[in-house]
């Protein structure tokens, strides 16, 4: 390219003088061009608001004919993050600011946009928008409508630009002049002209089948509301909160009276009364966090009270509807659903990985029946979402976050001790998602991107296969000292123990994503503060000692811990650090003993070493192999000073004791079906079992015993 530009000014300077004359002529066509270009992409931008301003219109003329079930919409502040509708739904003007308003500014501004069907609306027009959200609970009636709303979207950002019409086939999504606008179904997704839709509904009515996600949609004529709502609810909540805090503070008390001095090994270092506590350990700075959840929690549940003075976030806004303030509080059920029925029940963490959950949830409320999402924090754990299906004998569940979610699900349904425990599937929010990747579901959030892409991955949990994962035990035992008695606690374990210099990374990070939440707003980011205090770990080498320190006993006997090893991780699946396989099955190693497969449903476990944060950076890459030390069922570490330890990501300072793990039990988890026939295959005789069960040809121990088979010989 600059060769034919370096042609092109030598060709001018040899012109003589007719080359400034040429010269202006280029510019001057140059500029013109851009001026048709920049008149073509107004006129295109000005003729699809307009064309979504006569869908607007054209529904208002028809909507009180069309008798469908509607709702308050539910408005929350947006920020502009994801795509955005260009058009506010109640006056039908433009979203984005004038041309004198900075980016900066413009992001300030606050749009208010419904959480259930995606509307946007200015923050001044939304105390008038209509009553035309989608109605999420319908029980009592015979079928599900067509809840046809415009598409407010921008369509010159619009992807879906070769959409059809169900009804005549003709293309849609491209405002041509005389072209009939499109509407498309709340429930479904399907697009359908104006001008068809009249012809539609003389012919075969406005039923709804609830489109290619009719499996995983629970039906809103099966959702009743029931149970208290409203400020009722609002102050049940707070009563309750208060009588959790009032808990809190009483064991403190206690705790404070029986003394809180430091165990052995324990550098206090002076503080201020306003920073958290701090100790040392083995070359760690322990923070002690004093933040209470418990208030965190009062605080959010009266911050979503409706405010008085109509304010929100320092702007002037119309005040919040009562009807929306009461919507918030409902509580639904479940009834005469049918028997084969398996919905979907969604779980978001919020704070995980990249703190995309609102935006996820959005996303999901637009696809699904909101009344089937639900939002973990620490005012709300899974069993609320548990709660609503418990009658329900075959569901599904999609964990949206990263392992440490997954293992709190999990934890919920095994108390549950359902007869058909619901198969688990994840759609990856956190920062390694091992577990993700084991089962193919992807490493981030990047497997969702686009609407499109959000419905393909649902329609693959509605074809998954499902497999079986087990769950360790792990018994931590501590030591008694002058100070302390003896004390035990347990944990779970789905993938990975580690202990020394990985767990050393893995608590600084915890510790410092703890003190500034809001540091760690990407998946990327948190990888490179990740690397960081891996680098540091390489100069610092605080877990040298680790031979010295620590025994390790498998099945019984003691394995020796080579001198040079800084670090040992014990594996339930093959995924380790964001995707690093540390057994390798597929690669020829040094060592001489024959060990098996690593499996994820074996009940063994594998136990290798490495040799610093070095070694796990070369790891990383692909430049080393870790050192394998040991298979077996039972598990034993004893040490002898206090260390860093993490299970499945989350990290603590074990003290001098022992760490016993032994097999627990296996849980249902759903696998994307692969490309090969048997990922096909295992999807096709999980969907035999399932109707063999409903059928009463096998009850739920057989198909768990088959399901068990089927995952060692088709994995």
Not at 195 to 213: T, V
Not at 421 to 433: E, H, M, R, W
Not at 507 to 528: A, D, G, I, T, W
Request: glycine fraction near 8%.
């Amino acid at each position: 390219m600059m060769e034919v530009g370096f042609s092109f000014i030598q060709w001018l300077i040899s012109s003589g003088a007719d080359s400034p004359f040429i010269f202006g002529w280029l510019v001057t066509g140059s500029l013109g061009v851009l001026a048709l270009v920049y008149t073509f992409l107004k006129w295109q931008n000005k003729t699809s608001l307009n064309w979504v301003k006569a869908a607007a219109r054209e529904k208002k003329k028809v909507w009180k004919r069309l008798r469908v079930p509607l709702s308050h919409h539910q408005w929350t502040d947006d920020y502009g993050y994801g795509p955005q509708p260009s058009t506010c739904c109640v006056c039908l003007y433009s979203l984005v600011p004038g041309q004198n308003v900075s980016n900066k500014a413009a992001l300030s501004i606050p749009v208010h946009r419904c959480s259930v069907c995606g509307v946007a609306a200015h923050f001044y027009c939304s105390g008038s928008a209509a009553k035309d959200c989608k109605c999420v609970a319908q029980a009592g009636s015979d079928h599900v409508r067509h809840h046809w709303s415009e598409r407010w979207v921008n369509m010159d950002d619009n992807a879906d630009m070769s959409a059809f019409c169900f009804y005549c086939d003709e293309p849609c999504g491209v405002p041509f002049i005389e072209a009939s606008p499109m509407w498309h179904c709340l429930w479904c997704q399907r697009l359908i002209h104006v001008k068809c839709h009249m012809i539609m509904s003389k012919e075969s009515g406005d039923a709804c089948d609830l489109g290619s996600l009719r499996r995983v949609i629970l039906s809103p004529v099966h959702v009743k509301v029931s149970g208290e709502s409203g400020v009722n609810g609002v102050l049940s909540t707070i009563k309750n909160e208060l009588a959790s805090i009032r808990g809190q503070m009483r064991r403190k008390r206690n705790r404070g009276k029986n003394g809180n001095a430091q165990s052995n090994g324990v550098k206090l270092l002076e503080d201020s009364g306003s920073n958290p506590a701090k100790s040392v350990v083995n070359g760690i700075v322990v923070k002690k966090l004093r933040r209470d959840r418990s208030t965190d929690c009062l605080k959010k549940v009266v911050s979503d009270m409706p405010n008085g003075n109509g304010m929100q976030n320092g702007i002037g806004a119309p005040k919040r509807s009562k009807n929306a303030a009461i919507s918030y509080m409902k509580k639904y059920s479940l009834v005469d659903l049918p028997p084969d029925a398996r919905p979907l029940l969604v779980f978001i963490n919020a704070k995980s990985g990249g703190q995309l959950g609102p935006f996820l949830h959005r996303r999901l409320n637009m696809l699904l029946n909101p009344v089937q999402v639900f939002e973990l924090g620490s005012c709300q754990g899974p069993d609320a979402g548990l709660d609503l299906c418990s009658k329900v004998k075959y569901f599904r569940v999609l964990v949206c976050g990263g392992d440490g979610t997954v293992a709190w699900v999990l934890d919920a349904i095994e108390k549950r001790n359902f007869e058909s425990p619901p198969p688990v599937a994840i759609l990856p929010l956190g920062t390694g998602n091992d577990l993700s990747r084991v089962l193919q579901w992807g490493r981030g959030i990047s497997v969702v991107d686009g609407q499109g892409s959000l419905r393909t991955f649902l329609q693959d949990i509605d074809h998954a296969a499902v497999t079986m994962l087990d769950r360790w035990s792990v018994k931590i035992v501590e030591e008694s000292t002058k100070i302390f008695p003896a004390r035990e606690s347990h944990k779970f374990m789905m993938n990975y123990l580690g202990i020394g210099c990985d767990a050393k990374v893995a608590y600084e990070f915890h510790m410092m994503r703890q003190e500034n939440p809001e540091k760690f707003c990407s998946q990327f980011v948190n990888k490179l503060r990740y690397a960081k205090e891996g680098a540091r770990d390489i100069m610092d080498r605080a877990c040298a000692d680790l031979p010295w320190q620590v025994w390790l006993e498998v099945d019984g006997k003691d394995i020796d811990i080579p001198k040079d090893s800084e670090g040992l991780i014990v594996l339930n699946i093959g995924s380790y650090m964001g995707g690093v396989d540390l057994w390798q099955n597929d690669y020829e190693h040094d060592d001489d003993d024959n060990f098996s497969i690593q499996s994820m449903h074996d009940k063994t476990l594998e136990v290798v070493c490495v040799r610093g944060a070095w070694h796990l950076g070369k790891l990383q890459v692909g430049l080393s192999q870790a050192r394998r030390l040991a298979q077996g069922k039972v598990i034993k570490i004893h040490v002898s000073s206090p260390f860093p330890v993490q299970i499945d990501g989350e990290p603590f300072i074990q003290q001098p004791g022992c760490l016993e793990i032994t097999h627990h039990g296996q849980v249902f988890m759903l696998r994307r079906a692969s490309d090969e026939p048997r990922g096909h295959a295992a999807a096709i005789m999980n969907e035999v079992l399932l109707d063999a069960e409903c059928k009463g040809v096998i009850n739920a121990c057989q198909k768990k015993e088959l399901l068990q088979q089927m995952a060692l010989h088709l994995s």
